[in-house]
């Protein structure tokens, strides 16, 4: 099979032929019909900024297809059975697994980081892994689904505990943050307030139902965010960038008893406000990381029944012999895309 194999940061991915593993006992091989190009993809092949535990490898997390063969063992699927994948192989053992934390194992191997990935014609993993992607949604829609939206949807919801009338604020509306935005809509969310640097994300923002923008190019973000709510602050903030500034900005832009949630992942050590402040507001600072099947379900849930639209999402389908290009146009922001989904079957 045709495989996008990563070997080393900024250097192009190469399109190589590579074995299709067949399934083993509790396994499935899946032939992948789209894999959405994400930050933590370009993090790792343009950046460089996370190192991976073995190269060459196969890129790509964010993945749907139909399922191609079953191995030994595996009665719940069959092929020609439409999948999302859930990314996170978890060891089921550990004391997170058996809390129903799987995102939290410490021994999980991630499907494009520390085992094979997406990126290729089609992928072999645990039977575990499969979610049933309904008819009524697209590949390319299921795929980004199992990240750039869960991952926004447990911030919010569950990590978050947004509540209806509640007021929040999402620092970066990029591919997270719009999904965010959308979410916050659909919570009850009284005020949303998209914090971005760039024109297009604020015009994204303003699209996906924020009611208001903040342009956080010349600094001071959490005080036009102030400004919006007459003084107090939001309830809710919640940072999708994974950087120092925004993360800082986020938390000043909580009201008294606020809560902020950081999502976005970077190398930087963040600070708390003063004490005084910090203890005397009654602040909480919570992470997110990842999603859970549930919360996959929930948003499948949503988009097939038309209650979460995704349509503007997808910003190009293309195939594998031009993920380079996407990589590029992801990393560039050239055409100011959400998501750009490869397919590898052509």
């Not at 697209?138 to 795929?143: E, L, R, T």
């Not at 911030?155 to 947004?162: I, Y």
């Not at 909580?254 to 970077?266: F, S, T």
């Not at 503007?312 to 750009?340: C, M």
């Amino acid at each position: 099979m045709r495989a996008a194999r990563f070997y080393a940061a900024k250097e192009p991915l190469r399109i190589e032929e590579v074995e299709a593993l067949p399934p083993g006992d509790g396994e499935v091989r899946v032939a992948v019909e789209a894999c959405g190009i994400c930050g933590t993809d370009l993090h790792v092949a343009i950046e460089g900024t996370i190192q991976l535990p073995q190269t060459p490898i196969i890129l790509g997390h964010e993945a749907a297809g139909v399922v191609a063969a079953v191995g030994a063992g595996v009665t719940r699927w069959k092929a020609g059975d439409r999948v999302t994948i859930f990314p996170n192989v978890a060891c089921g053992k550990c004391y997170a697994c058996r809390r129903g934390r799987e995102v939290l194992c410490l021994q999980a191997q991630v499907l494009g980081i520390s085992r094979e990935g997406a990126f290729a014609e089609s992928v072999t993993l645990p039977a575990s892994c499969l979610l049933p992607l309904p008819a009524e949604v697209s590949f390319p829609i299921g795929a980004l689904v199992a990240d750039a939206v869960s991952t926004a949807y447990r911030a919010l919801a569950h990590r978050g505990a947004l509540h209806t009338g509640e007021s929040v604020a999402v620092f970066g509306c990029g591919g997270l943050g719009v999904h965010g935005i959308k979410i916050a809509k659909l919570l009850g969310a009284s005020r949303i307030i998209g914090v971005d640097v760039a024109r297009g994300a604020l015009r994204r923002a303003e699209e996906a139902g924020a009611t208001h923008v903040v342009d956080a190019s010349g600094g001071e973000a959490a005080k036009q965010v102030r400004a919006l709510t007459a003084g107090d602050g939001v309830d809710l903030a919640v940072e999708f960038v994974g950087l120092k500034a925004s993360v800082s900005e986020a938390i000043r832009s909580l009201r008294r008893g606020g809560r902020v949630v950081i999502a976005g992942v970077g190398g930087d050590r963040v600070e708390l406000p003063p004490l005084r402040a910090f203890v005397g507001g009654e602040l909480a600072v919570l992470a997110s990381m990842g999603f859970d099947r549930e919360e996959v379900e929930t948003v499948l849930r949503w988009v097939a029944e038309g209650t979460l639209d995704l349509s503007s999402s997808v910003t190009d389908v293309i195939p594998l012999d031009a993920i380079n290009e996407g990589f590029r146009r992801a990393f560039t922001k050239e055409g100011d895309p959400i998501r750009i989904v490869v397919r590898p079957g052509g």
